[in-house]
């Protein structure tokens, strides 16, 4: 029985996810049915969904990434992603009221780490399985979840302005995960950029 909050949703996630069929899962969130699991790397890391659980580098999860995972199971759509053009949150459809927040965690956290992201950016785009830009100072394509790309565009302090970070998201992000749960996969996602520069 499910003892959490995170937990309950989880399994519901998951409980609507697997009325679906194998191959039809592989080809929705682009992960492999291995071992009694749909296998693909999420945040970086490993990721095995089951039935019943999700584990993170062969550890059972029941946080808000974990939460993110099922929910990405559950609502990813079979058409490949399309990465360009790459569109603001902002230009989201409803994305009004998550504005501030989103702004708030997932792009002001970074300001005080742009330095070290520059010089973390190769570290950071291979546990990401991603690839450098070619926007602002520094800018580097990350791949949190299979099907969605996420775009770090990176402005570093000089004389006139303070450093800046933008976002951008991948242009069908929206196929594959509804609109809050996008927000929360930049937020967790600049978590971990702030973990692996040692923030």
Known sequence: MASTAYETIILDNLSQAFERSTPDLERSTGGIW??????????????CVGPDRVTLSGVRSADPRAVLVSLYVRC???????A??????RDLP?????????????EQVLIPHVSRIKEAGRSITKKFDGADGNMGD???????LPK?????ICYLPDEEFPA????????????????????????????????IVGG
Do not use: W
């Open 34 to 47: 291995k071992d009694g699991a749909l296998t693909f790397r999420a945040f970086g890391q490993m990721c």
């Open 76 to 82: 990813a759509g079979t058409e490949p992603i399309q």
């Open 84 to 89: 360009m053009p790459f569109q603001a949150f």
């Open 94 to 106: 409803g994305s009004m009221p998550y504005h501030g927040a989103f702004s708030a965690n997932s």
């Open 138 to 144: 520094v800018s580097m394509i990350l791949y949190p």
């Open 148 to 152: 969605i790309a996420l775009c770090y």
């Open 164 to 195: 800046g970070i933008t976002i951008l998201f991948s242009a069908n992000a929206q196929s594959f995960m509804p609109l809050d749960g996008l927000a929360d996969l930049a937020e967790y996602t600049s978590k971990e950029i702030i973990h």
